[in-house]
């Protein structure tokens, strides 16, 4: 058997959730990996992606949110950056629990079977 067909390593695309609506922001794409992908340093320490403290929440989720497109704040794009990941879960906490998801669900980077 192939195992690349179970390889978690890959980054995925999603558009965040509007957090009263449920309707998905259109305008913004945020590229994350998964729990798994996570930077070797962290894999030692505490798994912070099931702790419940927003701190830790959001560590977890700076540390798999790799890229965006689409976000600007006060009229000026934001290009994707440790100090601009901080701008992001101040103005919209309710990202981090979206990223958090997201990474932790890792159906979302197995690759896709070819056949379906």
């Given amino acids: 058997m192939d195992i690349s067909r179970f390889d978690t390593t890959g980054t995925v695309d999603f ?15 945020l ?8 930077p ?10 099931n702790t419940p403290t927003a701190q830790m929440n959001r560590r977890a989720a700076s540390e798999c ?34 990223i958090c998801a997201k990474a932790r669900d890792l159906s979302n980077f197995l690759p896709k079977d070819e056949e379906n």
């Fill in 31 to 38: 590229t994350i990996v998964s729990v798994e992908s996570r």
């Fill in 65 to 98: 949110l790799v890229g965006w497109s689409g976000i600007e704040l006060d009229g000026k794009v934001l290009e994707c950056s440790e100090d601009n990941r901080v701008k992001l879960f101040d103005t919209c906490p309710w990202v981090v629990n979206q």
């Fill in 40 to 49: 070797k340093a962290t894999h030692t320490q505490l798994d912070i992606m």
């Fill in 15 to 29: 558009k965040p959730v509007h957090p009263v609506t449920g309707e998905g922001i259109d305008d913004i794409v």
